[in-house]
Nanobody, 124 residues
Framework: QAQLVESGGGLVQAGGSLRLSCAASGRTFSSYAMGWFRQAPGKEREVVAAVSSTAYYTYYADSVKGRFTISRDNAKNTMYLQMNSLKPEDTAVYYC?????????????????WGQGTQVTVSS
């Protein structure tokens, strides 16, 4: 069973950057596919990016392609989301998620483990 803790959120001006981290407990991190999701007030939770267990495959939502980069360091049991050129519409609570499968998934229901979330606010 994985426990996930996000960090790195905060307040940033439009055009700025943030890097989110997701630290995972457990010895099976390297066999888990991971994802970043976000949820803005009044909206459904949506996938931002996902990475396979070996990081060979990645997925990005169209809204963040070219601006966000997902990565993972299996030696450190940590996943990252580098967010550049941030826009006010990126404002949301960001969650990391894990699933006990090698392949990525883009739906929230495919992930069994979730962090508590970290707030990202982008001011205009």
């Amino acid at each position: 069973q994985a426990q996930l803790v996000e960090s790195g959120g905060g307040l940033v001006q439009a055009g700025g950057s943030l890097r989110l981290s997701c630290a995972a407990s457990g010895r099976t991190f390297s066999s888990y596919a991971m994802g970043w999701f976000r949820q803005a007030p009044g909206k459904e939770r949506e996938v931002v990016a996902a990475v396979s267990s070996t990081a060979y495959y990645t997925y990005y939502a169209d809204s963040v392609k070219g601006r966000f980069t997902i990565s993972r360091d299996n030696a450190k049991n940590t996943m990252y989301l580098q967010m550049n050129s941030l826009k006010p519409e990126d404002t949301a609570v960001y969650y990391c998620a894990a699933r006990a499968r090698f392949d990525i998934a883009t739906t929230a229901g495919s992930y069994a483990y979730w962090g508590q979330g970290t707030q990202v606010t982008v001011s205009s």
